[in-house]
């Protein structure tokens, strides 16, 4: 009995080695362009967080390309889960599918690059809206103007974001580019009075773009002599927080696309102050040395 009772066990330890093995392997295994994709990784495109817009878009695009009837299907994790199973995908030349937008440090990190979106499931460029509660221009006047004139480029931001994810805290980092652009920080104030202690409250939702607007806002904000407060919050209670004037602005609203259906939901309770970048994309991404993989439909096709 205990000679067999060792047998199962070295013939269990086998298995666990060789499929320890076999894992590891495929961990290192560099793309192949002479083999569909699909197998290659699973038939999965990785995701972020279930409630982000990009989510729901994906969706839309398993229905549409018809990727989903091809087995392929979406995985819900987290922007910190998904930008880490990338590094560590182009470390070793995997293939890779994951949800993307733009400005955002992975298209200056890594080399990335948007699938042609044929159907246009995914829209055209979007744009990043500052909202604020209904009579904030009233009640803030100078609050306002400054969130009114905040506007900046999808390069600079990315600045910011990269600061931030090479362990730098967003607070320091926000300085140190307000800092390096004086001009910038002279347009968003021209002609706002100080602050004299006001406070104003701003609510966003935790992406690393996000974090980088809030941050840089806040530390202008108490700059020019306010007292700025900031919380993160989900998506649908971040426009929630502004609808009920529970919070005063927010620098995160994507339109018209991501954040379409909480602007229809919520347009007559809130005030869209106008947009604070051009330019924002989302989309499928892949490494760039996936050469032959450009379209949504080669995700299917090759």
């Known amino acids: 009995m205990r000679k067999k009772t060792r047998y199962v066990l070295a013939t269990l330890t086998m298995f666990l080695m060789a499929t320890v093995l076999t894992a590891c392997s495929s961990l290192t295994s560099p793309y192949n362009p002479h083999k569909k994709l699909g197998p290659q990784i699973n038939y999965t495109i990785t995701g972020i967080d279930a409630g982000a817009g990009i989510m729901a878009s994906t969706q839309n695009a ?29 470390k070793y ?6 949800t993307g937008w733009q400005p955002h440090w992975m298209f200056k990190k890594f080399p990335l690059k948007f699938l042609k979106d044929p159907k246009n499931v995914y829209g055209s460029s979007e744009q990043i809206h500052t909202i604020a509660r209904k009579g904030l221009a009233k009640d803030n006047p100078g609050a306002y103007k400054i969130l009114k004139q905040f506007h900046w480029t999808p390069s600079q931001m990315s600045d910011v974001m990269l ?9 320091v ?29 701003l609510t966003y939702v935790a992406w690393d773009s996000e974090i980088a ?22 998506m649908q209670p971040m426009w929630a927080s502004i609808a009920t004037n529970a919070a005063d602005a927010s620098l995160s609203a994507w339109l018209p696309n991501t954040a379409g259906l909480y602007l229809k939901q919520y347009k007559d309770k809130i005030d869209d102050v106008g947009p604070n ?4 994309k989302v989309g499928l991404a892949v490494p760039k040395y996936m050469k032959n993989i450009n379209s949504i439909e080669d995700l299917i096709n090759k």
């Open 213 to 234: 607007s809030t941050n840089v806002m806040a530390e202008v904000l108490n700059k020019m002599g306010y007292k700025a407060t900031i919380q993160a919050l989900e």
């Open 93 to 98: 030349k995997q293939p890779i599918v994951v």
């Open 277 to 280: 970048l051009n330019g924002a």
């Open 173 to 201: 980092a926000a300085d140190n580019f307000i800092k390096k652009n004086p001009k910038l920080y002279q347009e968003w104030t021209k002609g706002a009075p100080r602050g004299n202690g006001k406070a104003v409250k």
């Open 62 to 90: 398993l229905k549409e390309y018809p990727l989903a009837q091809n087995k392929w299907q979406l995985q819900t994790s987290s922007t910190a889960a998904m930008t880490s199973t990338l590094a560590k995908a182009i």
């Open 163 to 171: 600061q931030t994810n090479a362990g730098v805290d967003p607070k």
